[in-house]
């Protein structure tokens, strides 16, 4: 709209400078003609002479938190560019629906770092494409893009919250089946005591000692002692996932970390496994600390990327090694202790509630 406005400025001067023969009228009008070619010139001369491409091409981020992504731009031409825009486009895979984004920036001549933010919404693989460049004469008359074939591939974790749970009956010579506890106050009695430490984000507030806090001048917890020999093994029912939608896969990975991370405040190996129909056997990984539990989750995000691929990082999974049993978690969000039933977290947004406020007994 900018330019056929400054088209009609220059042709309406013309003819009034044609009309009343005013020569000087007539010369402004034929210069800004000529600006007008030039400043289509400019736009194509620019985008011949700058380039971008994204400084990595894997990151990860926890959910809900900015994460901030580095472009390299270089300008190899004579002038500097007042204005040029960047379409950034983001999914969790086909079928998923894209964002869509627009960067501006400018560029003095050689090479910059072009610094954006962006945040995940739901846990999983997400894709980052930079599939279009788009560069801007000095008026913003004219411009000229060009396509561009960056991505970023960026896994998306959960917040580290540990589900509260209590295991004074769990071990391989005896089994009482699990029961629902609705939260209960003492319920840290069945350990003892180790140390006191800083408090952690994934911390239960129910484990704060207040009145050294108090002293110390900032939140102490209180550590417990775990089974150093107690081994509790995990089973995933995945079956639909390759067709569950995003916001449902994100709310089982979220439950999957907090459940992962709360059974390691209690047995010192968490035992994680699934069906692998490529390799018809069951694989999985020992988790022992958040580190390894987001290796988990990324060799799940990897399976759901590419179902056909092995993930090197996995092992192939021995029974033996559930003996007194197993827990098993599906797309459902259903909690089992084999197949009886412990609880069934919610779908939707009081699943965050029951992760922090909940305790459960089995």
Request: glycine share 6%; with cysteine.
């Amino acid at each position: 709209m900018k330019k056929l406005n400054y088209l009609f400025v220059c042709l309406v001067t013309l003819y009034v400078a044609g009309m009343y023969r005013y020569l000087p009228l007539m010369a402004l009008a034929v210069l800004g003609l000529v600006f007008l070619a030039v400043s289509c010139g400019m736009s194509h001369y620019f985008r011949r002479n700058l380039s971008v491409r994204a400084m990595r091409h894997s990151d990860s981020v926890q959910v809900m938190t900015p994460l901030c992504c580095s472009v390299e731009v270089r300008n190899r031409g004579k002038l500097p560019i007042n204005l040029f825009r960047i379409r950034v486009l983001s999914d969790y895979g086909p079928g998923t629906g894209q964002e869509k984004k627009y960067i501006y920036s400018d560029s003095e001549c050689g090479e910059d770092m072009l610094i954006f933010e962006l945040k995940g919404d739901f846990c999983g693989m997400m894709h980052l494409y930079m599939d279009r460049l788009q560069v801007y004469d000095y008026m913003s008359l004219f411009s000229a893009s060009k396509k561009l074939r960056e991505e970023v591939k960026i896994a998306v974790f959960p917040q580290e919250r540990a589900l509260h749970i209590e295991l004074p009956s769990l071990c391989c010579q005896a089994y009482e089946y699990p029961r629902e506890v609705v939260p209960a106050d003492g319920a840290e009695a069945h350990s003892e005591v180790r140390q006191l430490r800083e408090y952690h984000a994934e911390d239960s507030k129910r484990h704060i000692h207040w009145n050294q806090s108090a002293r110390m001048e900032r939140l102490m917890v209180k550590e417990y002692e775990k089974e150093s020999d107690m081994r509790v093994s995990l089973h995933l029912e995945l079956d639909g996932m390759g067709t569950a939608e995003v916001g449902r896969k994100s709310r089982f990975y979220e439950l999957l970390s907090a459940l992962v991370l709360g059974l390691l405040q209690k047995a010192a190996v968490v035992n994680v496994f699934w069906y692998d129909g490529q390799q018809k056997c069951p694989v999985g990984k020992e988790v022992s600390d958040g580190e390894q539990c987001r290796d988990v989750l990324s060799a799940l995000y990897k399976m759901e990327e590419n179902p056909g691929n092995r993930i090197p990082a996995l092992e192939i999974y021995e029974p033996g090694k559930d003996l007194c049993g197993y827990f098993k978690l599906d797309l459902e969000l259903k909690w089992y202790w084999e197949d009886v039933l412990i609880y069934q977290f919610s779908s939707g947004k009081t699943l965050y509630d029951e992760i922090m406020y909940k305790t459960f007994v089995v």
